[in-house]
């Protein structure tokens, strides 16, 4: 098979996967009890009234009717309005995953390349003094909860010292310098809900490729140690590290739905947990189909990256 | 038979040789923690719910050791409570997700051919969904209850048990005594229980350590959003978020609840890395 071939087989196995998402989105979230009418009218509900609620809707429609529909809808950017407060989600969404974004992408670019270095560091002396305390911190990082390390910085940062706010609010007509004083603790926060995973697995990875023959071979050969680490065994360990990165990235979705909640922060997160406090089903299907679909498409990606840096198969005629 | 028991609490003995100081602390603090969890009732000062003084977040004092929370009930005694809740919970979701997980992960390595390639087929679909999501699309629908969290959670861990499982499974399938018991004429149920499960155990074992940290620390983080345990019953997660605002106060109460968890999740770990390290069995591909 060739490489096109293997691609493309990946990308329409992905779109697939979107596909079975969205199904099961729309029907997790119209299908279980819980209907929609009787959620907007409340205490309210008649029979008259769900009746017309109903047929405004289009709820009487069947089923595959209406997920055609609505995936036509969603695809095209039309997103509903909110049921609690007939609000345009579109607008509200717009404005808060430009946030989330820049929440995210101010994690990865600090947690990629320090926990990239870190797991290099830990792999240079496997048994060593230093790769006893990065595995050892990364263990107990792993197995905090995602609002432990906010808390405690928000405790001694914001409370004990008093240099950063608690609350991540904004406002517009923020400078970038206000911007960075409120993004600093979330960002931190986030950061160590995912460093832990990617060090150790950056680790694994290049002890794995130190492993093998190859590597061996040049350390038989009498290559320096340092030529031998970056010029022999970094090159190979390469792939394995940008999949360790973009699976790990992923989990950025579970890890700013809870810090965003912390901090109160306007991004998409927060938006989602009230949606569903407050049973708000267009909200929840539409954060919910964002927040997968940036889960799919980084984990497509992830494997696309490692088909890429997989010579053999790059190379095979 | 005794011969079998003979070994059996050899090996006990041998493990509990192996033990560095480290893992035996982790291990005594687990035993602590579950005691504590089951004698909730008995151990605790005062009543979770008892409303003892009518000043939030007091400072730790000879009656309220660790102080009192939001409402003026004691901390030690809602931690204690909180404890037994979490515990409680995590140990149904991963017994729930063990029977299911592996039950299904063994029929399907059993079986082969079509039966395992659908199902498993099915099962990586389930994976390309993010947990979390998963679970708020729930609760979104069903509203957040015990019984919900509890089947939502054990689902969600399911499909990662299986996975495992059914990996384990089919190496075990292509070993030599395994063809010896087909050629022997034995049935696919006999080959499960008695070559496949034994041979499965401790990989499986630590499996179970790490399911049970992930519901642990999942259902902290559903309840630290207002979506899991619902008041006035409290978990430690719970424990967490009605707590936040003892912060501003300088107060620590809702980090105790915090730490709580962690040192929990912490434990287990050390646990099973050494429980891995001890066996150098391997769990196939984590996610």
Known sequence: MSLTEILAKRLILGLLTMLFVSVLVFVGTEILPGDVAHAILGQAATPESVAHIRERLGLNEPLHVRYVVWLTNFLTGDFGTSLANGADIGTEVSRRLLNTVILAFCTALIAVPLSVLLGLWAAVRPGGLVDRIITATSLALISFPDFLVAVVLVTIFAVKLGWLPAIASIRPGYSLLDWIRVLILPVAGLTFTILAHMVRMTRSAVLNVLSSPAIEMAILKGVPRRRLLLRHALPNALGPIINVVALNLAYLVSGVVVIETLFNFPGLGRYMVEGVTNRDVPIVQTCAMIFCSFYVLLNITADILSILANPRVRYKK | ?287
């Not at chain 2, 660790?66 to 909180?82: A, E, F, K, N, Q």
């Not at chain 2, 005594?177 to 990989?203: C, D, F, M, Q, S």
């Not at chain 2, 559903?222 to 605002?245: A, R, Y």
Request: aromatic fraction near 12%; charged fraction near 15%; charge should be negative.
């Open chain 2, 1 to 287: 038979m005794t011969d079998r028991a003979r070994t059996w609490r050899g090996e006990l003995r041998e493990a509990v040789g192996d033990l560095t100081p480290g893992v035996a602390l982790c291990l005594l603090f687990l035993i602590a923690v579950i005691l504590v969890g089951a004698f909730a009732p008995w151990i605790s000062p005062y009543d979770e719910a008892e409303i003892l003084t009518n000043e939030s977040f007091s400072s730790p004092n000879a009656e309220m050791w660790l102080g009192s929370d939001y409402l003026g009930r004691d901390v030690l005694s809602r931690l204690i409570y909180g404890v037994r809740i979490t515990l409680f919970l995590a140990l149904i979701i991963t017994f729930l997700s063990f029977f299911a997980g592996v039950g299904l992960g063994f029929l399907a390595a059993a079986f082969g051919g079509r039966v395992d390639d659908w199902m498993s087929r099915l099962n990586d679909a389930m994976l390309s969904f993010p947990a979390l999501m998963l679970a708020l699309i729930v609760i979104n629908s069903l509203g957040s209850s015990f019984v919900v969290l509890v089947f939502t959670i054990a689902f969600i861990d399911m499909t990662r048990v299986y996975r495992v499982a059914r990996a384990l499974a089919v190496n075990i399938m292509v070993m030599d005594y395994v063809e010896a018991a087909i050629v022997r004429g034995e049935g696919k149920g006999w080959i499960v229980w008695h070559e496949v499960l034994p041979n499965a155990l401790t990989p499986l074992a630590a499996e179970f350590g790490i399911r049970f940290t992930y519901a642990i620390l999942f259902i902290s983080a559903l309840s630290f959003l207002g979506l899991g345990v619902q008041p006035p019953q409290s978990d430690l997660g719970v424990m967490v978020k009605e707590n936040m605002q003892a912060i501003l106060y300088g107060e620590y109460t809702t980090l105790y609840p915090a730490f709580g968890i962690a040192l929990i999740a912490i434990s287990m770990n050390v646990l099973v890395d050494w429980l891995l390290q001890r066996s150098s069995a391997k769990l196939p591909d984590e996610i």
